[in-house]
């Protein structure tokens, strides 16, 4: 599916495809507790978000150099450009790579080497939005913007991700209050398995301007009437619901039901190495199991852009 589209929620860490993390491996003298790539893709059965986390923050191991992370940033922006993806807000987890002596200006000047000429190389144009991980300490969020201040010129916004359950979006009041006050965009991982008073939380407390997932709003008829009212994009990962188990099919995906209530859905991947799609195989998915027609996807695909933090010029452009 090639249909232009921006893709809003997408982990640079989650598209470490199994061949290059061998590749990577070998490069850097790590050994990886796997015999080869087949091998390591049997792990990719997850019983939920944790299962998935925990072999996701294994194979960052692979990832020490800034030529590692351009190598990253470059195999997604091709498949990315491929799948028809325009812009690409692309998330990275610092504090994952700092707790293992890898740091920012590694990660950033790394994934900079790719994303400072991915128009030119790929036709896709790309913003870097930081997260925090919700389960490390409010403290440690704090320390990691710190860190992150020499770059601010290349990062558009904050985000929060990692295990949400026991995590609500308060416990980052300081660092998100903080992070606006450096003129930073702010979006937020909220109702992924988490209740749908996080993703209120995260609107009133955090003051994001997307949601990402916010798939349990369904449950709360008052919450989805105000993310109606109030044009709240949520960037929605079909695949990853269904391989982290948060919907037990495709076919039951509440997207269309979202769709018609008024939301603005937007559609993504993720983290396509290991949820078995990118953004174009996210949109062909959902268009199959969910039986969508050709004005619902050019509506997901307008969403995308109206959603992104792109000018409206660059909107126009990109369609
Ligand atoms: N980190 C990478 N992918 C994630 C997801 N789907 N939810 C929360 N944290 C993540
Ligand atoms: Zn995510």
Redo the contacts with the bound molecule.
């Keep these: 599916m090639s249909l232009p589209k921006a893709e809003l929620h997408l982990?640079i860490e989650?598209t470490l495809e199994p061949e290059l993390a061998f590749e990577l491996a070998a490069r850097n003298g790590v050994s990886l507790p796997y015999a080869d790539t087949d091998e390591l893709r049997e792990a990719y059965r997850f019983e939920d978000?944790q299962s998935f986390?925990n072999l996701?923050y294994e194979l960052m191991a692979v990832l020490r150099t800034e030529r590692d992370f351009e190598d990253l940033a470059n195999a997604y922006l091709a498949r990315a450009a491929a799948q028809g993806v325009r812009h690409a807000e692309i998330f990275f987890?610092p504090q994952a790579h700092l707790a293992r002596g890898v740091g920012m200006g590694t990660v950033v000047e790394g994934l900079w080497r790719a994303l400072g000429k991915s128009e030119e190389a790929h036709g896709v144009s790309t913003q870097l939005i930081l997260c925090f991980l919700r389960d490390e300490s409010a403290e440690s969020a704090l320390e990691t913007l710190q860190a992150a201040k020499p770059y601010l010129d290349r990062i558009v916004g904050v985000g929060l991700?990692?295990a949400?359950v026991g995590h609500p979006p308060v416990k980052f009041r300081e660092v998100y209050e903080a992070a606006a006050a450096l003129g930073l965009r702010r979006v937020a991982?909220a109702g992924?398995e988490g209740p749908p008073e996080y993703i209120t939380e995260a609107l009133d407390v955090l003051g994001v301007e997307r949601i990402d997932h916010g798939l349990r709003c369904v449950e709360d008829p008052a919450l989805v009437e105000r993310l109606v009212r109030e044009r709240v994009p949520l960037t929605l990962?079909p695949l990853?619901n269904v391989r982290?188990r948060t919907v037990d099919v495709l076919g039951d995906h509440p997207l269309p039901a979202m769709l018609e209530a008024g939301l603005l859905c937007t559609v993504n991947s993720?983290?396509p190495a290991y949820f078995g799609g990118y953004a174009g195989d996210n949109f062909d998915a959902v268009r199959q199991a969910l039986g969508l027609s050709e004005d619902q996807l050019r509506e997901l695909a307008r969403n995308s852009f109206l959603a992104s933090f792109l000018e409206h010029d660059e909107e126009r452009r990109a369609r």
């Design positions: 982990h989650g978000l986390l996701y987890d991700d990692s949400e991982h992924e990962c990853s982290l993720d983290d």
